[in-house]
Every structure is written in structure tokens, then in C-alpha cells.
């Protein structure tokens, strides 16, 4: 499995929580990472990204209370997700391309009650 997910769970609004992504291998070896979600009855949209040179970007909901980085000697990508909002209650998909395609993880529930 080219990327696992973890670190989703139930928050009080206002809250934070912290998703993981490993790669299976070099994180190099991937030209973008990415997380997504998907909110029951919604489609899947893409939350931040991250390329080779580490620029970012943000989908305008999350500015300024999530940020997306990586370590690469861990090979693994981050979401730091704070004043978490019930809004963002989805679930929450790591995405990494190579070679043209796009690999998905399991996807991991983030829930955030008012």
C-alpha cells in the first residue's frame, strides 16, 4: 500500500487534531502529496497540498487553521489541524501522484462536535 493514513478521531469544536501519511518508500519518489475529504453526501475535495519544493496550498476554508508539511526522513506527510470546526467533520484521504497517477489511502474519520 503506497500510503497509510492515521491520526483521525472525535473533537470538541475548537479543537485540534494531527493526520499522518506514510509513504511506502522514498517520499521523494512522489511529485505531489496531498489531503482530501469527503463529508457525507459531498464530494471529495481537496483540503491541501504539498509538492517536491514544499510549496503549499490551501483550500480557502482551512487557511489559517490547518498546515500541511513533511518530514522527509520519515517519508511521511502532516496535517496539523486546529479550531477545528463541526464543518470538517469528513473523511479526511491521503493523496500522493507519481508517474501520472494518484494513490489513495483508507481514509481516516475526523469528527468535530459543536
Known amino acids: 500500500v503506497p500510503v497509510v493514513e492515521s491520526g483521525g478521531g472525535w473533537v470538541q469544536a475548537g479543537g485540534s487534531l494531527r493526520l499522518s501519511c506514510a509513504t511506502s518508500?522514498?517520499?521523494?519518489?512522489?511529485?505531489?502529496m496531498g489531503w482530501y475529504r469527503q463529508a457525507p453526501g459531498k464530494q471529495r475535495e481537496l483540503v491541501a497540498s504539498?509538492?517536491?519544493?514544499?510549496?503549499?496550498n490551501y483550500e480557502d476554508s482551512v487557511k489559517g487553521r490547518f498546515t500541511i508539511g513533511r518530514d522527509n526522513a520519515k517519508n511521511t506527510v502532516y496535517l496539523q489541524m486546529n479550531t477545528l470546526k463541526p464543518e470538517d467533520t469528513a473523511v479526511y484521504y491521503c493523496?500522493?501522484?507519481?508517474?501520472?497517477?494518484?494513490?489513495w489511502g483508507q481514509g481516516t474519520q475526523v469528527t468535530v462536535s459543536s
Open positions: 518508500g522514498s517520499i521523494f519518489s512522489f511529485n505531489n
Open positions: 493523496a500522493a501522484e507519481k508517474g501520472g497517477l494518484t494513490y
Open positions: 504539498i509538492g517536491t519544493g514544499s510549496n503549499t
